[in-house]
């Protein structure tokens, strides 16, 4: 079984950077599509980025295009979400996924097998 371990949420203010990291375990989970969603206060969970390997193509939602980053080290079987520039809507329960079979542009939740618990994200104005 596959395990899925988000860390570096906190507090940060409008403006500021902030780096989250996806330590996976259990399995090998190289060939996977690798993605990060968000869940702000009564609203559904929606998708924020991506990234495939081999070849590092990666995915984002508009929202977060130009702000953050999403990188993949499959030797260290970890996945980052470089965030700057976070603004208060950015504020939201951070997931780490995994999609063994999903495509790099199908943002569905369903196309995911592996969840994190979350990490939290506030971003105070």
């Known amino acids: 079984q596959g395990q899925l371990v988000e860390s570096g949420g906190g507090l940060v203010q409008a403006g500021d950077s902030l780096r989250l990291s996806c330590a996976a375990s259990?399995?090998?989970?190289?060939?996977?599509?690798m993605g990060w969603f968000r869940q702000a206060p009564g609203q559904e969970r929606e998708f924020v980025a991506a990234i495939r390997w081999p070849g590092g193509m990666t995915n984002y939602a508009d929202s977060v295009k130009g702000r953050f980053t999403i990188s993949r080290d499959n030797a260290k079987n970890t996945v980052d979400l470089q965030m700057n520039s976070l603004k208060p809507e950015d504020t939201a329960v951070y997931y780490c996924?995994?999609?063994?079979?999903?495509?790099?542009?199908?943002?569905?939740?369903?196309?995911?097998?592996?969840w994190g618990q979350g990490t939290q994200v506030t971003v105070s104005s």
């Open positions: 996924a995994a999609a063994q079979y999903g495509t790099l542009w199908n943002r569905r939740l369903s196309a995911y097998n592996y």
């Open positions: 259990g399995r090998t989970f190289s060939d996977y599509i």
